[in-house]
């Protein structure tokens, strides 16, 4: 679908904003040329203005060009672009195609907004793409194509968190987070186009207008650490289920190859924390009774553009409080967000333009030791939450 071409509104002191986005122009007197009537019926101002045939135009003199022509011309409706900024890796988010807006304190819908295929910058012919899923980065652009001109209109875009499988698969990742930004478009990044010149670096024309690319961020799904965000991990090894379901795991090898020995447990899939603000607990379940003196968390942190992978390990000791599920013992850990947040500080001292965040890190294998120094070798279950003391029941 393409827009009709742009006809002339140069008739003064009238108004076309009841049906029309663009301004005072008048690019030809062709395709473009004024209509008759001129101004419409519509408009509601009495009389006609004549033709005289003379647009606005700019003869280059000088050598430059002033582009009067396309002065108060539109290529598209008002377009709002919301941008999937964090999502753990597995979930979607589905943005429903088309969403109605309504003036605050009437009744009825006043405008319609609609989902549409874009170009990376959101410009491009309108061209409704229906209910569609996003992950992390990609961005969601509506259209303005009716609202009120008389009131302010709002609109609430409702989304569905997604998980990519078994929508209620109880090992999915944690999610207490999920946020988004939203801003107007097409828009264009000022890091890469500082002089806000009208081709990028590649000689492409710019989206115009263009909107700095400063978006409003917000968040979706929040939620402080409870009983319904305890997980039960699953390792490379195997999955052990819960506590006393008669299945265990044993420990395996660490998969860089970097560390000895078969002691660890991968977590599968990597156990992101894009949604931790007050650290994590961990609540493990060794077999046979095996009391557990030690919880060892070895650490990974995203890698931003340009910058080096990082890995520390982190972890907690001595007399460790216990939970019971099922009939059995686990040890619990509890790690506090300083830790995390003085680890990034560390790693941004040393490497000042990564801007590394807790948000970025995720526990690559865990280990655990017994009183006497041993490693655990064998584990009933494993619990995670977000949060502090959040063990399961």
């Known amino acids: 679908m393409r827009y009709p071409a742009d006809v ?30 001129n101004p419409p019926a519509i408009v509601g101002v009495p009389g006609t203005s004549s033709n005289i045939g003379n647009s606005l135009n700019s003869y280059g003199y000088s050598g430059m060009d002033t582009g009067i022509r396309n002065a108060g011309t539109v290529s598209a409706g008002t377009r709002i672009a919301i941008r999937v900024m964090d999502l753990p890796p597995g979930y979607q988010l589905s943005f429903p195609g088309q969403v109605y807006s309504n003036v605050a304190g009437l009744p009825g819908n006043s405008g319609v ?3 549409t295929n874009t170009n990376p910058q959101g410009a491009g012919d309108f ?3 229906g209910d569609t899923l996003l992950r992390r980065g990609d961005v969601a652009v509506y259209e303005v194509l009716a609202s009120s001109f008389t009131a302010f209109d709002q609109a609430d875009v409702p989304v569905t968190l997604v998980y990519e499988g078994d929508q209620v698969d109880p090992s999915a990742p944690v999610v207490d987070f999920v946020g988004v930004s939203v801003s107007y478009a097409p828009f264009y990044d000022p890091a890469n186009d500082p002089g806000n010149a009208p081709f990028d670096p590649n000689g492409a024309p710019i989206p ?9 961020e917000m968040t979706l ?6 009983q319904s965000s305890v997980q039960w991990l699953k390792f490379q090894t195997g ?6 379901d008669g299945i265990t795991v044993q420990a395996g090898p660490d998969p860089s190859g970097v560390f000895r020995g078969n002691i660890y447990f991968v977590p599968q899939p990597l156990l992101s924390l894009p949604g931790m603000t007050d650290g994590f607990t961990a609540t493990i379940f060794p077999t046979g009774g095996t009391a557990v003196q030690g919880v060892t968390f070895q650490m990974i942190a995203a890698s931003p553009t340009g910058c080096a992978g990082v890995g520390w390990a982190i972890g907690g000791g001595g007399a460790l409080p216990t939970a019971v599920v099922n009939g059995v013992q686990g040890t619990v850990v509890s790690l506090q967000q300083f830790e995390f947040a003085d680890e990034a500080e560390f790693l941004n001292r040393a490497s000042p333009f990564c801007n590394y965040n807790p948000q970025d890190m995720s526990v690559a294998f865990i280990y655990a030791n017994n009183p006497s120094g041993a490693n655990v070798l064998s584990i009933d279950a494993m619990a995670f939450g977000l949060g502090q003391n959040n063990v399961p029941k």
């Open 8 to 37: 002339a509104q140069n008739t003064p002191n009238s108004s076309y904003s009841i049906f029309s986005e663009s301004g005072f122009h008048w690019q030809n007197d062709y395709s473009n040329g004024p209509p008759f009537p």
């Open 113 to 115: 907004l609609v989902l």
């Open 127 to 129: 061209s409704a793409s």
């Open 208 to 216: 115009f207008p263009r909107f700095v690319s400063s978006p409003s």
């Open 221 to 226: 799904f929040p939620g402080a650490a409870s």
């Open 239 to 244: 999955d052990p289920g819960v506590p006393g």
